[in-house]
């Protein structure tokens, strides 16, 4: 059952440290508290053996511990392929729901997870844009989603283990990216059981220029991959209004060049061919005179269709020859499978679905 008491999880690491100065406690408590909380996953106050019975107890009187709960679980069923999606949606303690999914392949298993309940950019190819913003997860809540897809894997037995983690699920990430920075920061580290080095995260963003910025700065060793679409400004317009209008091109082709130049480390350009929208040889050609100007590989992605939503995935013949053309440009070009369809994959499809704002 839910508590009315705040979930203590969704405290930052400076937020804890502020508690335990206005208790009187040491600043290392909260370090301490933090790792019990997202590395050894205390359920109750009681398991902090290391805090003293009345600082326990008044932490208890104050917060409560949550975890999100798992409210549905689908596996697909891929074509021709030995593998399957796992998507969760996930119910967080205020009643909002988030989708988390597992992509596994030859090599991999991604953690696909969500930074925001809904998205306030509202693309019109994006089930989570239809949702409308209700709010950021919190870095916990980020953690968590990690957590729990992990836990799922461990259950198995099947040997495998979470190899890869992608921010490509509901929300935009460089709109809360304080809150995916301690996450990233706390999976990865080796204080926490969880340890997964950061060169295998990966940041997806429509493109938020100040925050690549920010990120080109942050010391960070995560990948970026930027979601294209078009290299063109007025059918980017028309298919991601407000991300589009607000970073244009012209400077998001600039700040991806500085970053790819001070970090030293490509962007991946993910490019989602839509049938008779951004798939003409004249949209390859202004892709690649895009792409020129800094270290990149582009990702194709077929296009899983939604429901009210009206654009059509292309023929793979189309898929091809825009392919080839990119290739004969010099450029790097990968052609990611779609997984995931008979379980609505593409990011808030589930979770719009079944979706009831909470009272
Ligand atoms: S594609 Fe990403 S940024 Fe655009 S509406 Fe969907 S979640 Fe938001």
Redesign the pocket.
């Known amino acids: 059952m839910t508590s009315s008491l705040p979930n203590i999880k969704d405290l930052t690491l400076k937020e804890l440290q502020q508690l335990m100065t206005s208790h009187g406690e040491p600043l290392f408590r909260a370090t301490q508290i933090h790792q019990w909380l997202f590395s050894h996953h205390a359920e109750s106050f009681d398991d902090m053996t290391i805090l003293s019975l009345a600082f326990r107890r008044k932490l208890s009187e104050t917060f409560s511990i949550e975890r999100p709960e798992i409210v549905e679980h689908l596996t697909g069923i891929e074509e021709a392929c030995d593998y399957q999606t796992e998507k969760i949606l996930l119910k967080l303690p205020d009643g909002n729901m988030v989708e988390s999914v597992l992509i596994p392949s030859a090599e991999r298993l991604t953690a696909c997870v969500s930074t925001q309940v809904g998205?306030p950019?509202?693309?019109h190819?994006?089930a989570?844009?239809k949702m409308g913003f209700q709010r950021n997860l919190s870095a916990g809540e980020i953690t968590e989603q990690v957590y729990t897809l992990n836990n799922l894997v461990a259950a198995k037995e099947s040997g495998k283990a979470i190899t890869n983690i992608v921010f490509m699920g509901?929300?935009?990430p460089l709109l809360n990216t304080d809150n995916v920075i301690e996450a990233i920061e706390t999976f990865s580290s080796r204080n926490y059981r969880f340890c997964l080095s950061q060169k295998r995260v990966t940041i997806s963003t429509?493109g938020v220029i100040p925050e690549i910025q920010r990120l080109g700065k942050s010391g960070l060793k995560t990948k970026l991959a930027v979601?294209l679409h078009s290299a063109n400004q007025e059918k980017r317009e028309l298919l991601?209004p407000i991300?589009a209008r607000q970073y244009p091109l012209q400077e998001l082709g600039k700040t991806l060049a500085e970053y790819t130049a001070s970090t030293g480390s490509p962007v991946t350009i993910v490019y989602m061919l839509l049938k008779g929208i951004n798939d003409s040889l004249d949209d390859a050609k202004m892709l690649a005179r895009f792409s020129r100007s800094f270290l990149c590989k582009i990702n194709l992605i077929d296009y899983n269709s939604i429901i009210n939503i009206k654009f059509m995935p292309v023929f793979s013949s189309t898929k091809e020859l825009f392919q080839q053309y990119l290739v004969n440009a010099g450029l790097h070009v990968t052609i990611r499978k779609s997984f995931g369809t008979t379980i609505n994959a593409a990011?808030?499809q589930l979770a719009t679905t079944r979706y009831t704002k909470p009272q």
Request: charged content about 5%; proline content about 0%.
């Open positions: 998205c950019l509202n693309c190819f994006c989570t844009g509901m929300g935009e429509v979601s991601m991300a990011c808030g």
